[in-house]
């Protein structure tokens, strides 16, 4: 699996031993991190980093994590984020305050990391599939991630690892354009240069794959705004 199409958590926790411990066993069950030790930090590796989900600390010096779940869900480019919030206010007044400030869960310390990390993959089979190992499918299109397969009807189709990644892009969210420069962070990843023109090259594979058993084209072309899945 390429780096890029790793699901990425940022942790944000003041608390060094417990930012320390969550981020290793976030990397032992196979996941990318990022870490923040306050909200303005949290803030400014959002926007840099575009991960996947955030684990946030509700009490953070500077800019609480109510006040970083509440920009972020504010924010077109940041609202689909998963935000679950740890915290040791366990009533549930707070409970509700949290999840209404945009939450999409809720974890009171002191936490069973086995727990923690099933609501992390929970929220990722809701907006990133592929990348914990479900099936994906669009029309006559089916995605196996866990065997690396792509089916469409009764035929197997041959694709390449990087059409695959594109193509588990697509799928996951069906209908969304995507902009050459969102699919190069996707697919690729923010650390690698690959010229605009190259996901061109792909999407032409990926066609011409999707197609190799005859079928209609499913991607497509949005005029000066990049690609979409249907």
């Not at 390429?2 to 958590?9: E, L, Q």
């Not at 209609?216 to 979409?228: H, K, M």
Request: aromatic share 6%; proline share 5%.
């Amino acid at each position: 699996m390429s780096p890029a199409s790793i699901p990425m958590v940022l942790v944000v926790e003041d608390e060094p031993a417990q930012r320390e411990v969550l981020a290793y066993n976030l990397e032992a069950e196979g996941f990318r991190t990022a870490k923040a030790e306050n909200g303005e930090e949290a803030l400014l590796l959002t926007e840099e980093e575009a991960p996947d989900l955030i684990v946030l600390d509700w009490m953070l010096p500077n800019v609480s994590g109510i006040e970083v779940c509440r920009r972020l869900k504010t924010r077109p480019e940041t609202r689909n984020i998963p935000v679950i919030m740890l915290s040791a206010r366990s009533e549930e007044v707070d409970r509700v305050r949290g999840l209404e400030t945009g939450a999409d869960d809720y974890v009171v310390k002191p936490y069973s990391v086995v727990e923690l990390m099933a609501r992390i993959r929970a929220q990722l089979r809701r907006t990133r599939p592929a990348a914990v190992g479900q099936k994906l499918t669009f029309d006559d299109i089916v995605l196996d991630s866990e065997q690396h397969k792509v089916f469409r009807g009764d035929e197997t189709l041959k694709l390449g690892p990087t059409e695959f990644r594109l193509l588990a892009a697509f799928m996951e969210k069906p209908g969304r354009v995507w902009s050459r420069e969102q699919l190069l962070d996707r697919v690729w990843g923010r650390d690698i240069y690959v010229d605009t023109r190259t996901v061109d090259v792909h999407i032409g594979r990926l066609r011409k794959a999707l197609c190799q058993h005859g079928g209609t084209d499913p991607v497509r072309t949005v005029r000066g705004a990049g690609y979409a899945l249907g």
